[in-house]
């Protein structure tokens, strides 16, 4: 049990009532409109954890159906499947603007039990199903002690809130109202022996909400500080939350922030070509990239640092591909590790093996994406395999991959009668310089930061915000502060660093405002580009894309093609620490 949940009794439970034996479902087709809707919040939840597994099967009984059940997870024989009642999803509603929030959180929690590989459930929900959906231990399976039930309910109320959210619902904000609801609308006795009161209940609920809401701004800290790049302190938010919850994206940029760190500490004529791993290979190549803090001391330290980043970035690549053997992005920022390490060809054969993966998984579409194919090329080359090189540079231009023009052009002057040999790196070094400085020109347009607002806020009004502290965590002789402020659509956001405090104005997943080109979330990306231009530079996540403006002091997260979420930021350099 993780510590935020060392210190919570939590009963979270959703019961389930049957009140005669009924042999037949009476379920709803899965073309229903309802079901459509509770599938999707299914898919979302299900694989922010682990993409490759398969969606629990959704079972939704109609109202006619004459046994009530509420929501539950019940796996049996490998296969799994979650039942919720068409009466629960008409209570959520209710809840207006918040209705699909309301059902995430009762959702969330039933699949909480999925990814965190509860097997089966006996005692609260076993025998209160429908006769013949109900998975009861067999004769010789020991019966779960109330404490092991327990367990498992704490752990999957605290996963589905948290699961729930990264997957873009406000669950934690509002479970309480919800399970009053639940209570109200089906007349359950607040009292019943062998389980919590309906008090205990919401009390506990609330309890789990606040560790949540502990949590979410240390998630905001560590993803503003990871895409801007300040990778030692986003390490120190990513391990800290990983201390509570891992995902492929928090491990995937634990990696990503140690390959930053080690290739801030490489000679620019050892990595000459810009990697898919990077943010701003442009910067570094020109020297304008601020150094790592780290790049102190003689050679031999620094090469011994290198040594410990890239080994530290393969563990939690590694456990990226095991949550996910089909995340490209792990297997992605793994060939960077190999290929910086000079393992070219370890590298080549990892982006073969993710190729041969997405071809034989039938969820996965359009071969390889376009940064596979960037740093198989630059492995490639730098292995003097030019002919294999050459066509995956080209594939990677097409799809639009990460510097794709500067590193086929690179490639087409390395190529050139074997100039690799005949050049020294001062040459070359020239010829980088005038090619990122002619082509290195912000494309966004002129937007000025001091005119973007959310929840009518700048965040640079926050100087005078007087926050409370959320918390204070520490990593390898680092240490950062977090605080946070909560509206009711939007969370003010303080990050004290050892040299200045970044203020962050975040939507949060309801806001209804628009920025002040009156986009908002649900804006197409296309509306985005057109309005703001190119972003300084783009990150991918999983299932999002970042657009970080300079300009504007704006991050925007894209996802599917539409506005998911934004925040505005202002960073105040103090003067005395």
Not at 39 to 54: H, L, P, S, T, Y
Not at 315 to 320: E, G, P, S
Request: hydrophobic share 35%.
């Amino acid at each position: 049990m993780n510590k935020l949940l060392k210190n919570s009794t939590v009963y979270i439970i959703f019961f389930l009532f049957s009140f005669q034996s009924f042999a037949q479902e009476v379920l709803l087709p899965t073309s229903h409109y309802k079901y459509q809707v509770v599938q999707g919040i299914c898919e979302k939840i299900a694989r922010v954890r682990d993409f490759e597994r398969i969606v629990p099967e959704l079972k939704m009984f109609a109202r006619q159906n004459k046994t009530q059940v509420i929501a539950q997870f019940v796996a049996v024989n490998g296969h799994q499947i979650v039942y919720v009642d068409e009466k629960l999803y008409d209570l959520c509603t209710k809840f207006g603007a918040d209705s699909l929030n309301a059902l995430a959180c009762i959702i969330g929690h039933e699949l909480a039990h999925y990814t965190q590989n509860h097997q089966y459930r006996e005692g609260f929900f076993a025998g209160l199903m429908p006769t013949s959906n109900v998975v009861s231990p067999s004769k010789n399976t020991k019966k779960s002690s109330k404490e092991h039930k327990l367990k498992l309910e704490e752990e999957a109320d605290y996963y589905g809130l948290l699961q729930g959210y990264l997957a873009g619902f406000d669950t934690y904000r509002l479970l309480p109202n919800v399970l009053s609801k639940i209570y109200e609308e089906y007349k359950l006795n607040e009292k019943l022996e062998g389980y919590p009161t309906k008090i205990e209940r919401i009390q506990s609920a609330e309890m789990t909400a606040k560790e949540i809401k502990t949590l979410i701004p240390i998630f905001h800290a560590g993803k503003f500080l990871y895409l801007s790049k300040n990778y030692e302190d986003a390490i120190v938010c990513f391990e800290h939350i990983a201390n509570s919850f891992t995902d492929r994206d928090i491990a995937n940029n634990l990696g990503v922030s140690a390959l930053a760190q080690a290739i801030s500490l490489m000679e620019k004529e050892e990595v000459y070509f810009a990697y898919p791993c990077e943010f701003d290979a442009a910067g570094r190549l020109l020297g304008s990239t601020t150094r790592s803090a780290s790049t102190g001391g003689n050679k031999k330290d620094k090469k011994q640092q290198i040594k410990d980043l890239l080994k530290k970035a393969q563990q939690h690549l590694d456990q990226v591909i095991k949550m996910d053997k089909t995340y490209s992005p792990a297997h992605i920022n793994l060939a960077c590790k190999y290929s910086l390490e000079g393992n070219h060809a370890y590298a080549i054969g990892i982006i073969n093996d993710l190729e041969n993966k997405l071809a034989d998984n039938p969820m996965t579409r359009g071969g390889l994406p376009a940064n596979a194919h960037l740093i198989r090329g630059i492995a490639f080359a730098k292995n003097k395999q030019m002919p294999q090189a050459k066509a995956d540079f080209e594939a990677a231009e097409r799809k639009n991959a990460y510097m794709a023009d500067y590193n086929l052009a690179l490639y087409q002057k390395l190529n050139q009668s074997f100039i690799e040999k005949l050049l020294d790196f001062s040459s070359l070094g020239e010829w980088i310089t005038e090619f990122i400085a002619e082509n290195k020109k912000d494309k966004s347009k002129f937007i000025p930061a001091h005119i973007e607002k959310i929840g009518n806020l700048m965040p640079q009004q926050l100087l005078q915000e007087k926050f409370v502290e959320n918390a204070t965590i520490q990593n390898q002789g680092r240490s950062l502060t977090v605080y946070a402020t909560y509206e009711e659509d939007f969370s003010k956001i303080k990050i004290r660093l050892f040299d200045k405090n970044i203020y962050l104005v975040v939507a949060g997943q309801s806001y209804k405002g628009k920025t002040s080109q009156g986009l908002g979330i649900g804006t197409d990306k296309e509306k985005l580009l057109s309005t703001y231009g190119t972003p300084s530079y783009i990150k991918s996540g999983s299932n999002s894309e970042y657009y970080f403006y300079e300009k504007a002091k704006m991050m925007v997260e894209v996802s599917e093609g539409k506005i998911k979420n934004w925040l505005l930021y202002y960073i105040e350099i103090r003067s005395e620490n």
